[in-house]
Each structure stands twice: as structure tokens, then as C-alpha cells.
């Protein structure tokens, strides 16, 4: 079983490389990490044994691992998302930023950027 971080970053990398894994890869690690689904459920669900879905969701995990390794693109991601926390901190030591627009159209678009 997963521990909420590892199923956590499991499931970001999914989001950044899934059109990266087959067709199968993603619909087992959907059922599994997505709709919550055992293996058991997973196995009957699509004719295979409850080992032989681990063994895909095990291979899957780590072919997401190697192409962010090769890629890095979690590591941006939670890169830009400190530097927007960042900004939101220095945003509120200013003096009095309702009064300024432009402060608070960088909100805006710190909002759009997470």
C-alpha cells in the first residue's frame, strides 16, 4: 500500500506523462489510483490476475519515475508552485495593496498559473 505521498506523486506524474504509457498502463493505473479499485476488482475487471495487475501498476510507476528523471517536469512544477507561494508572501508585506491595480492584477495571474 501506498503511502499518501508516494500515491500523490504517483498520480502527478501520471497527469504529466500519461499519453507516454500504452493504452493498458493507462487504464489499470486509472482504476487503480483513480477510482480506488483492488486488485482483485482490477483483475476481474479486465481478465488478468490480481498479480498481473501489480505487475503492470509496478511497471507503470516506474516508467513514469524514468521518463520524469529524463524529463523533470514534477520538479518544475513544484518549483514554480514555491515561487508563486513566494510571491503571494512578499504581495501581502506591501503597504496598503488593494490601493495599487497592479498588485492586484499580479494576483490574478498568480491564480492562473496554479
Given amino acids: 500500500m501506498d503511502l499518501p505521498e508516494t500515491r500523490q506523486r504517483k498520480i502527478l506524474l501520471f497527469d504529466f506523462y ?3 504509457l500504452t493504452q493498458r498502463q493507462r487504464e489499470i493505473f486509472a482504476l487503480h489510483y483513480m477510482d ?20 503492470i501498476l509496478k511497471r507503470t ?3 513514469l519515475e524514468h521518463y520524469d528523471k ?10 514554480r508552485l514555491a515561487d508563486v507561494q513566494k510571491i503571494r508572501l512578499l ?7 488593494e490601493q495599487n491595480p497592479a498588485i492586484s492584477q499580479i494576483r490574478n495571474l498568480l491564480e492562473n498559473l496554479i
Avoid: F, K, V
Avoid at 529524463?70 to 518549483?79: C, F, I, M, P, V
Fill in 18 to 20: 500519461e499519453n507516454l
Fill in 36 to 55: 480506488d479499485c483492488s486488485l482483485a476488482e482490477i483483475g476481474a475487471a479486465e481478465g488478468i490476475t490480481p498479480q498481473a495487475a501489480a505487475d
Fill in 61 to 63: 510507476a516506474t516508467r
Fill in 70 to 79: 529524463r524529463l523533470g517536469l514534477l520538479a518544475r512544477h513544484e518549483n
Fill in 91 to 97: 504581495l501581502e508585506e506591501l503597504d496598503e495593496p
